[in-house]
């Protein structure tokens, strides 16, 4: 609740203005049956003409003061309500942009949609509509009782006689409801994700013949949303008629002991009509409490599992005293560096040390530990041995965002954005929402000649400003490698370069092209991980790992001359003759 309320504190003035309003608009709605009573008692019955047109008057004023005041109340709620929203929903994003990629292990983009969307919704509900309508209610429900005391006190206690009844239904109502939206919050977050991985894994389904299966779970999955659903308005129809019906015994009650007081002369008639509308009042917020007991379950239902994402402490803590060198230059050095997960030994005594502007190449078999090592110097996870410094500063004790700053990776999974070509190798520098590059044209033009991708997005129907779908939907594999080596190119500020296995899917010729473009980059320090001896044979050293662990380095003629793994790869790659000749 300290979440809400934090975000509601700063909207203070906004529901001080609409309860104002919300609280004049109830006392104008008060004085309507008074002014009935008037018309009946004073007007026909004892015949005051003359109060006719004062009390029609009234009349006229108190309706037209009520739809003003009505409208400002609603749209001052709903304003500081959305606004509510608004700030929580980015406080959320914020912070699950904050958290560190192990918190992505293990949590799906569908579940945290459903937090950042329908959850925050949930609330902004709650916050807007409900606040107002249960302060609205609980006025009314004071004011008529009052009201009604003053008028027949009898007839009052007659009324409030049934309210506890109706108080306890709806009580018993909120709890049943309170479960079923846990429910369905959860439920909400899972129909997300399978939606979410189906139309992003289409080509994926289509290729497996998957659409059945696939279907078939979602058409499950939907159907116990809707089992919930069911639930929920089963629980709504048993409580609800019994709340309307106990609501209309009391309006039965009030008029059958109203009309024995009316013929017993104890009662005008101006009266009972009074009172009847006051009971109505009274009643209302009693029977409307079913609703707004429905509406904060759902709400605190959502709030629960909101909690619980923004209880996530990020496992990456930036340093007490964040440290930038003045000038970086890129040397990287990693010390008996261990890393494991879930009691799982996934890299074990690395050590090495890369001078600024050299370049270091990492190859073994699949699962080896490559990337782990990237993950590491990226600061992505922390060691659990040793330590990895850059330009002699311990990673750990780095400006986060510096340190990620300085480094240009190119992921093994690439990833493009649903924008233009030319916007995805901008991507990284300083582009604002404007679209204002910090990277000049030229360099983004010639990150694109390195990584060459200027040939083929001159072919593209409107060039660079060809926009490529989602993931770079309509690009073959190798000409998306080449946007994003384009991409980490571009951002030319970085003094270390890493390739992670990316260029897998290119020819020799183009990644010798690559290659050589890299190469001459003199001041940047590379990292390639590759599996091709091609890519990483022209490296200063070589690390071949072997289960987390470095089986064997060198440069390529000594590795060679060893015999061992890395020779082994190279026969695979090139035949045994050409092993034999450079050996
Ligand atoms: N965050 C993590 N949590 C748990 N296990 C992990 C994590 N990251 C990597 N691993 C495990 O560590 C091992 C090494 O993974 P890594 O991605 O570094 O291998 P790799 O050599 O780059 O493999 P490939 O050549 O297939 O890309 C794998 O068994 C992987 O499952």
């Known amino acids: 609740m300290q979440l809400v309320l934090k975000h509601m504190r700063k909207h203070l003035l906004g529901y001080c203005i609409a309860t104002l309003a919300m609280l004049a608009a109830i006392a104008l709605d008060m004085l309507n049956p008074l002014l009935v009573r008037v018309i009946i008692d004073d007007i026909i019955k004892a015949g005051h003409v003359e109060l006719l047109t004062r009390t029609l008057l009234a009349l006229l004023g108190v309706t037209l003061g009520r739809g003003i005041l009505g409208y400002l109340r609603e749209f001052l709620f709903d304003k500081t309500g959305s606004s509510v929203a608004m700030d929580l929903r980015k406080e959320v994003f ?85 479960k079923i939206y846990d429910k369905i919050s959860d439920q909400a977050a899972v129909l997300n994700t399978t939606a979410q991985e189906n139309i992003a894994g289409v080509r994926l389904i289509r290729s497996f013949a998957r659409e059945p299966y696939e279907i078939e779970k979602f058409r499950k999955q939907n159907e116990e949303n809707y089992n919930l659903n069911y639930q929920e ?39 009972l009509v009074a009172v009847n509308s006051f009971a109505a009042m009274m009643t209302g917020p009693v029977r409307n409490l079913s609703w707004i007991a429905n509406v904060i379950a759902r709400a605190s239902a959502s709030l629960k599992k909101i909690n619980a994402i923004m209880a996530e402490k990020p496992e990456i803590q930036p340093p007490d005293n ?25 890299l074990d005594d690395i050590s090495f040390t890369l001078p600024a502007g050299g370049t270091l190449a990492i190859m073994g078999f699949t699962g ?43 992921m093994q999974d690439v990833f493009l954005f649903s924008d233009t070509v030319e916007e995805n190798i901008y991507f990284g520098d300083d582009t604002d929402l404007e679209s204002q590059h910090s990277v000049s044209k030229e360099t983004m033009l010639q990150a694109s000649l390195d990584a060459q991708v200027h040939a083929f997005a001159q072919g593209l129907s409107e ?97 060679m001359a060893k015999k061992g793994l890395y020779y082994e790869t190279y026969l695979e790659q090139y035949g045994a003759q050409y092993g034999a000749t450079t050996a």
């Open 322 to 346: 964040p440290q930038i060198p003045p000038v970086i230059q890129g040397a990287v050095s990693f010390s008996h560096v261990s890393f494991s997960r879930d009691s799982k030994t996934i």
């Open 233 to 271: 308005t089963h629980i709504l129809s048993k409580y609800d008629p019994a709340i309307e019906f106990l609501c209309s015994v009391v309006t039965v009650f009030i008029i059958t002991a109203g009309g024995i007081l009316v013929i017993g002369k104890d009662l005008t008639l101006g009266t």
């Open 463 to 559: 060039g660079y400003e060809t926009i490529i779908g989602e993931r770079g939907i309509g690009l073959s594999g190798g000409q998306k490698q080449r946007i994003s080596i384009a991409r980490a190119l571009a951002k030319d500020y970085c003094k270390v370069l890493i390739l992670d296995d990316a260029t897998s899917a290119l020819d020799m010729e183009t990644e010798h092209a690559i290659q050589e473009a890299i190469d001459k980059r003199k001041d940047v320090t590379k990292i390639l991980i590759a599996h091709r001896i091609s890519a990483v044979k022209d490296a200063d050293e070589i690390l071949f790992l072997d289960k987390g662990r470095i089986a064997e380095r060198g440069t390529h003629d000594v590795l």
């Open 94 to 178: 914020h912070h699950v942009n904050s958290l560190s990629l192990s918190f992505f292990d293990t949590r799906n983009t569908g579940e945290l949609m459903a937090r950042i969307k329908e959850d925050v919704d949930n609330i902004w509900d709650s916050c807007g509509f409900c606040i107002r309508f249960l302060i609205d209610q609980i006025v009314y429900f004071v004011m008529s009782a009052v009201i009604l005391f003053i008028l027949s006190w009898k007839l009052a206690l007659l009324c409030l006689a049934v309210m506890p009844l109706i108080f306890l239904l709806a009580m018993i109502m909120e709890r049943k409801l309170d």
């Open 368 to 410: 080896a530990g490559k990337s782990s090592i990237i993950n590491l110097l990226c600061r992505f996870y922390d060691v659990t041995g040793g330590a990895i410094s850059l330009d002699s500063i311990d990673v750990r004790n780095w400006d986060l965002t510096a340190l990620r700053r300085s480094i240009a990776v190119v």
